[in-house]
């Protein structure tokens, strides 16, 4: 169980936490970015922050949804050795292959 459970896993939250960090940046600069439109007009400048929020928060929902059922698929291979019928054709059993 630890060699299937413990690579898969690294490798997944790994490669999720990248993701997370790649679709997160964008927001947080928009955010932030936004403070110059406080000259121009405050409702854009209120409008592009609570546009930034709502994607960090779509973001962080999407991302912790997909990496639990990541989770689970590999749990679920390292307790019974198959994998879960949607991920039948990956090769779950060998996470660094190909990379």
Same mark, same amino acid.
């Given at each position: 169980?630890?060699?299937?459970?413990?690579?898969? %896993?690294?490798?997944?939250?790994?490669? $999720?936490?990248?993701?997370?960090? @790649?679709?997160?940046?964008?927001?947080?600069?928009? $955010?932030?970015?936004?403070?110059? @439109?406080?000259?121009?007009?405050?409702?854009?400048?209120? @409008?592009?922050?609570?546009?930034?929020?709502?994607?960090?928060?779509?973001?962080?929902?999407?991302?912790?949804?997909?990496?639990?059922?990541?989770?689970?698929?590999?749990?679920?291979?390292?307790?019974?050795?198959?994998? @879960?019928?949607? $991920?039948?054709?990956? %090769?779950?059993?060998?996470?660094?292959?190909?990379?």
């Amino acid at each position: 169980m630890q060699r299937t459970w413990g690579g898969g %896993n690294v490798v997944g939250e790994t490669g $999720f936490g990248l993701l997370t960090t @790649l679709l997160i940046v964008p927001g947080v600069v928009v $955010f932030f970015a936004s403070g110059f @439109l406080f000259g121009v007009s405050v409702a854009a400048a209120f @409008l592009v922050m609570a546009s930034a929020v709502v994607w960090l928060l779509v973001t962080a929902a999407v991302v912790t949804a997909v990496s639990g059922i990541c989770r689970t698929a590999f749990y679920r291979l390292a307790v019974d050795g198959r994998a @879960l019928a949607a $991920f039948a054709d990956a %090769n779950l059993s060998r996470p660094f292959r190909g990379v």
